[in-house]
């Protein structure tokens, strides 16, 4: 009951603003608002609100406290429930000027419940199962008293041997752009300050996926149109739709750090992107500027930071130290300190923070007694968006879907593997609430009785590699190994899959090598789990292998060696409920890669939209002086966009309304599906445009539209989509976003190379 008044007062001093000695400011006039408290604030004060901590076991609280009640401290992370995080909010409620706290997480796929990785969200193509999973997502974390997530990550990846592929939503621009939209949206619902929204800060501003040679924390060095027309839109669409947050990313851009950027933070982000919203550094890099070489010591890191822009610093120290002395000796200005704060001001106030700084944190009497309880999970929903990011990469013989009645051997290290279902960034995850593979067949199946498990091989063979991959694992291992001799794991699965109809194989990554900082120089499937998928194929038995992973893999010879392959990434907490669904036919595979599947490292990169070149290899011209690997056949193993069903889909009778298009006009370009299968089914009917002609050169194709259909078995649909003159343009040598006069080529597929074509003419 006390407490309950001691908050009625706090929400009450909050909402007239909690300032003594001035009039209050209307709470509804935020700038007013925000002035005034600033007016009250001291330069000690200022600079609290510029730090964000991580809240770690080697952390005291009562320190933590402390520093928050003396105004200290602007905002945590990695604190995750409203018990924790309440004790801080009273702190802050008992410092000078009550400017309440905000608990930051990266949320990043789901809170509690986990949602498939980012790269297979992208897989499904689905606009409505995205939202839907990061709008669960935002409420799960709301509920737990997060008020912001470093999400969603938007960088564009065309080099899967960087980690963070798994992160982000693939290689290309448009469909990135699209998702980075919607998952702002879904986090921050009817606006941030809503009680079931979080905020949402894009990520990583700006190119982090082009690091060089895909090695994490890589330098970025990149033209400016190439960064105009390919890798900034997604950071733009995510601020247009309202992201209230940037995280500036990590790696330098063309020589200047994006912590130290003006030109990024300032003339783009801010100047001509219009940004108002919260820039903060990512962990540490501040302090790594001096690692950079453009800062000689914490100083100088401190004032090249603000100086650019940089609001909150994560987890280093810096401005703490060192802005009170910059700003005694006139190097820095207090503009540059107050810029700073209003913004992270504005952001608590965007998040509702100062009418309530319980809004997300509630009354203690409904803390949940168990925050990982059923009833605070999204099962279902976990479930049906996993089974929409699902590929079919293979199917030969239409070894799936598989009968019920079946004999199965299910083998190999990631059919129990309750932490990888999860993928990296798992959030509040929890590995054991996960369904593994064995556990959504064994469900499917109503028992154990036809399976037949044996584990088939390690992970990997290769200590260094295990022992990197548990480094940071400081209670348990996270990759387990089994200690016995490789040969006897294999000659059990062996004799499992001899036993069987039919041998379903779970190999791929564990879910830490495709993580921050775990770049490969190979792409393929470790060699432990190659040696097992050979000796499975010698068994003559039908071999469907379910892959794990978080990046595209080179597959040469799974290609050869499976009869089915179903690419489910890291698939979340229901995973493997989900790839039960689609391995017994139960739903019907409706995925399409979000990315390219290169044959082979040395092919990297591969993305499927590259400019046109003058030599281009010819396919069936072979030969030399055009552009392309003597040493191997040209091309991806998979495209951009490629993804099977059970079902078969044919595209007939594409046209265009006009051979012309005015540029206020629009065009009609349709093209009619056919479901020509035995069984209802979705598929991705892919629209790509090619600027034939243009002032400098172009790509060979680029998406522009998509649509996601559902037909029953038989059933025809026309399929239409609008082109208008928006649809054309592109940045040109000037940077100037404007569509030029000439021909296109307009493509529709179900895939990206697949296509049927048309041309018109911009007049
Ligand atoms: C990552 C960010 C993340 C931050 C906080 C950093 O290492 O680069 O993406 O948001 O840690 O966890």
New binding site residues.
Partial sequence: MKKLCLLGLFVSLASHSVLADNLPAPMENKDAFISNLMKQMTLEEKIGQLRLI?IGPEMPREMIRKEIAAGNIGGT??SITRDENRPMQDAAMRSRLKIPMFFA??VIHGHRTIFPIPLALASSWDMDAIYHSGRIAAKEAAADSIDIT??P?VDISRDPRWG?TS?GFGEDTYLVSRIAGVMVKAFQGTGANAADSIMASV??FAL?GAVEGGRDYNTVDMSPLKMHQDYLPPYRAAIDAGAGGV?VA?NSINGVPATANTWLMNDLLRKEWGFKGLAVS???AIFELIKHGVAKDGREAAKLAIKAGIDMS??DSLYGKELPGLLKAGEIEQSDIDNAVREVLAAKYDMGLFKDPYLRIGKAEDDPADVYADSRMHRADARDVARRSLVLLENRNQTLPLKKTAKIALVGPLAKAPIDMMGS?AAAGRPALSVTLFDGMTRALGGESKLIYARGANITGDKKVLDYLNFLNFDAPEVVDDPRPAQVLIDEAVKAAKSADVVVAAVGESRGMSH?SSSRTELNIPASQRELIKALKATGKPLVLVLMNGRPLSLLEEKQQADAILETWFSGTEGGNAIADVLFGDYNPSGKLPITFPRSVGQIPTYYNHLSIGRPFTPGKPGNYTSQYFDDTTGPLYPFGYGLSYTEFSLSDMALSSTTLNKTGKLDASVTLENTGKRDGETVVQLYIQDVTGSIIRPVKELKNFRKVMLKAGEKKVIHFTITEDDLKFFNAQLKYAAEPGKFNVQIGLDSQDVKQQSFELL
């Fill in positions: 991580s992370f990695n997480y990266d470093f999400a990550m963070r992160e990520k990583h982090y995280m990590l990512d962990h540490g994560m987890n960034w921050e």
